[in-house]
Structures are given as structure tokens and as C-alpha cells.
């Protein structure tokens, strides 16, 4: 079984709230899938800024 991430609580809500996962999944999420919600949320973030720039 994995360990909890290692991360601060205060952390932990921001990137539960911004990916939309209960703080309990998040803190159980495999840090491989963690590593890809991330992108997936930066992408978003910087398709998101380019398009309000042009």
C-alpha cells in the first residue's frame, strides 16, 4: 500500500479543490496519477492564458 503524499495540508485543499477530488482520494492518489492531473491542469491553465492574449 502507498503512503500518504507528502505534501502540506494547506496544499493538499488547493489542489483538491482545483482538480475536483475529495481531499481523501487525493491524499491516496498514486503519485503517477497525481503527476498526470497535474498536467493535464497546466495545460488547461496555459491553453487558457493564450487564448485571452490573442
Same mark, same amino acid.
Do not use: F, R
Given at each position: *500500500?502507498?503512503? =500518504?503524499?507528502? @505534501?502540506?495540508?494547506?496544499?493538499?485543499?488547493? $489542489?483538491?479543490?482545483?482538480?475536483?477530488?475529495?481531499?481523501?482520494?487525493? *491524499?491516496?492518489? =498514486?503519485?503517477? @496519477?497525481?503527476?498526470?492531473?497535474?498536467?493535464? $491542469?497546466?495545460?488547461?491553465?496555459?491553453?487558457?492564458?493564450?487564448?485571452?492574449?490573442?
Amino acid at each position: *500500500m502507498s503512503q =500518504p503524499l507528502q @505534501i502540506s495540508p494547506e496544499t493538499a485543499v488547493k $489542489l483538491s479543490e482545483q482538480l475536483g477530488v475529495p481531499l481523501e482520494h487525493l *491524499m491516496h492518489m =498514486p503519485k503517477h @496519477i497525481l503527476l498526470q492531473k497535474l498536467a493535464e $491542469l497546466a495545460k488547461k491553465d496555459v491553453e487558457t492564458n493564450n487564448g485571452s492574449k490573442e
